[in-house]
């Protein structure tokens, strides 16, 4: 996994960047002044706090790379989350953590790992065990990792196609807040409540389905679709 980290000071990135390499993957380094690579699987962005200058850097480096962003940082309310959100960060890395950690959260961010719920096993694998899974006019092809609605392809962000695929597998089953966290942070951040609030307002807004994707009050959230349209199906 080719990793670019970047905005870190020269002592402490050689620090980091060796214990990468040494948990395997392809580490690059990048000064915040020059523009960064667009090939590059993940982006870990050492930031110290969310300020505006993070913020401009972020949306310059969004406007580059569609790479997941991780900022590493002392602290993160939620107002500095959302304004992270907007500008292109996926996911947060706060300090204190463990090497071991960090490189979890990178893996994940790039290719998620999670247990398949029964329904989506009893549907049926596919080749490689990639699914088409299909509620009403929402489709998600597994294999390419792409999010069509009505037939338009529909971008999302990392977390996003996480969090709409626990919902697609589960759909007309109400999902429990702590099984969304879960499956979307499972190494843990005190602010991954506040954070699935964010995804869930933002994947309801992208995919533009009124209703779809319902609040269970005090359980957490569900994909409601007529029953003449919702099925998991193999590809």
Request: aromatic share 4%; with cysteine; charged share 25%.
């Amino acid at each position: 996994m080719r990793v670019l980290l970047t905005g870190l000071g020269r002592r402490r990135s050689r620090t980091l960047s060796g214990g990468l390499v040494m948990l395997g993957f392809d580490v690059h380094e990048a000064d915040v002044d020059a523009d960064p690579p667009g090939t590059v699987d993940v982006v870990l962005l050492d930031c110290g706090i969310v300020d505006g200058e993070v913020l401009a850097y972020c949306r310059r480096l969004r406007r580059r790379t569609q790479a997941p962003i991780i900022a590493m940082t002392q602290r993160v309310d939620l107002q500095a989350w959302l304004r992270g959100h907007e500008a292109g960060i996926d996911d947060y890395a706060v300090q204190p953590f463990g090497l071991q950690e960090l490189g979890a959260r990178l893996r994940l961010a790039v290719a998620p790992v999670r247990e398949p719920s029964p329904s989506a096993s009893a549907a049926g694998s596919g080749s490689g065990g990639r699914r088409r899974l299909v509620a009403g006019p929402l489709v998600v092809a597994e294999e390419s990792r792409t999010v069509s609605v009505h037939g338009t392809r529909v971008e999302l962000r990392p977390k996003e196609y996480q969090l709409l695929v626990a919902l697609v597998e589960r759909v007309g089953r109400a999902v429990s807040r702590e099984d969304l966290v879960a499956t979307l942070w499972p190494t843990g951040w005190d602010g991954a409540e506040r954070a699935l609030e964010v995804h869930v307002a933002s994947l309801r807004s992208k995919i533009a389905l009124p209703g779809m994707i319902s609040t269970v009050r005090g359980v957490g959230y569900r994909m409601v679709t007529p029953e003449s349209f919702h099925r998991l199906t193999a590809a």
